[in-house]
């Protein structure tokens, strides 16, 4: 018992990483794995985790360290010192195994080429992204956010073109640190797989009569020209006695209504891409709306 607890102790008393390293290698349980000093110095000492002598199962020779036998116990941060200074670090992890299917979910709000993804993984990991392009060039690591395990971050691909066809997959990579493992994949997925338009806005209600004038306009971060880059509408209202009716609007942004109507509010889709309804824009009030307009006469 007393060992168990020691161990979980030493594993936990590692430093948590708050962000990727500059540097790290990744190496096969139980494999050896060879560390090395950058440096002009000829005779360096080391530290893992801060500790100096290192243990039995390394051979310090000259610039370089060999971890024999690569457990979770040797994994972490190992620094070499010219006396008092520090000359380079390595942070040292073990390849996780049997993590190749990560739930990813990718989220675009046009075709602009920029999108939001979100992964579970370990809460202690750090993540980054990188993203292969359109014309195949690759782009920076971006660091992820993370949050109770739940990580998420923002890529955009300058080359993307939203005129011409996606021929080419995009190719997201994502990589991982955890204290003690190293967790990579990548995955592949076209931009109009994965649009969901923002609500659409500015949506008012004006009194006619006995009609109502409803007039709107396309998210402020849809793509134009509008006769190119198309929206379906739909508009929901809701009439006094509390029944709900929907209304589908497409090449226009108007609609004139006979009924009493109590609250409109209205979304929007890519009829030719995906099928991903916008989210909702809030409730216009139409007696509001009303009663503003008496007030004003
Ligand atoms: C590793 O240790 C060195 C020396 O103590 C320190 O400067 C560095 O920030 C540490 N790196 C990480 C990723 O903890
Ligand atoms: C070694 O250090 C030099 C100078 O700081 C740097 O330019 C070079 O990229 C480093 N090489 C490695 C493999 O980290
Ligand atoms: C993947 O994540 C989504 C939402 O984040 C969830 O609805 C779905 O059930 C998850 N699928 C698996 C296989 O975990
Ligand atoms: C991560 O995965 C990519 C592609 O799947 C591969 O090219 C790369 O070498 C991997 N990186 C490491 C450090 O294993
Ligand atoms: C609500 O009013 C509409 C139009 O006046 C009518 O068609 C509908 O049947 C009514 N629904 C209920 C539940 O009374």
């Keep these: 018992m007393l060992v168990l607890v020691g161990l979980v102790l030493c594993l936990v008393s590692a430093d948590a990483l708050t962000a990727f390293p500059p540097k790290f290698q990744v190496g096969k349980l139980n494999g050896d794995m060879v560390v090395k000093c950058n440096t002009s110095v000829q005779h360096v000492s080391w530290t893992q985790n801060g500790e100096p002598e290192p243990m039995a199962e390394m051979?310090?020779?000259?610039?370089?360290?060999?971890?024999?036998?690569?457990?979770?116990?040797a994994t972490?941060?190992?620094?070499?010192w010219a006396g008092p200074?520090?000359?380079?670090?390595?942070?040292?992890?073990?390849?996780?195994?049997?993590?190749?299917?990560?739930?990813?979910s990718c989220q675009a709000e046009s075709y602009r080429?920029?999108?939001?993804?979100?992964?579970?993984?370990?809460r202690s990991a750090v993540f980054r992204a990188r993203l292969t392009r359109s014309d195949g060039s690759l782009g920076q690591w971006v660091p992820a956010a993370g949050r109770r395990g739940r990580f998420s971050a923002s890529l955009a691909d300058p080359s993307f073109c939203p005129f011409a066809e996606e021929l080419r997959p995009m190719e997201l990579q994502l990589e991982g640190l955890s204290d003690t493992s190293y967790l990579n994949f990548s995955f592949h997925f076209f931009i109009r797989d994965i649009v969901r338009p923002d609500p659409p806005q500015e949506?008012?209600?004006?009194?006619?009569?006995?009609?109502?004038?409803?007039?709107?306009?396309?998210?402020?971060?849809?793509?134009?020209?509008?006769?190119?880059?198309?929206?379906?509408?739909?508009?929901?209202?809701?009439?006094?006695?509390?029944?709900?009716?929907?209304?589908?609007?497409?090449?226009?942004?108007?609609?004139?209504?006979?009924?009493?109507?109590?609250?409109?509010?209205?979304?929007?889709?890519?009829?030719?891409?995906?099928?991903?309804?916008?989210?909702?824009?809030?409730?216009?009030?139409?007696?509001?709306?009303?009663?503003?307009?008496?007030r004003a006469q």
């Design 85 to 104: 200074v520090l000359l380079d670090t390595t942070y040292v992890v073990v390849s996780s195994t049997g993590k190749e299917g990560m739930n990813v």
């Design 203 to 294: 949506l008012t209600v004006q009194r006619r009569g006995e009609q109502l004038h409803l007039t709107w306009a396309p998210p402020a971060s849809w793509p134009l020209p509008k006769s190119y880059f198309a929206l379906l509408y739909r508009l929901q209202y809701e009439l006094h006695n509390s029944t709900q009716v929907d209304r589908y609007v497409e090449g226009m942004e108007e609609l004139r209504l006979q009924e009493r109507v109590r609250r409109v509010r209205i979304s929007c889709q890519d009829p030719y891409a995906n099928p991903a309804w916008s989210p909702w824009s809030t409730w216009q009030d139409v007696d509001a709306a009303r009663q503003s307009q008496l």
């Design 113 to 122: 080429g920029s999108f939001h993804c979100s992964w579970m993984g370990p």
């Design 76 to 80: 972490g941060n190992y620094s070499c």
């Design 59 to 73: 051979v310090a020779e000259g610039r370089t360290l060999t971890i024999l036998g690569l457990d979770l116990p």
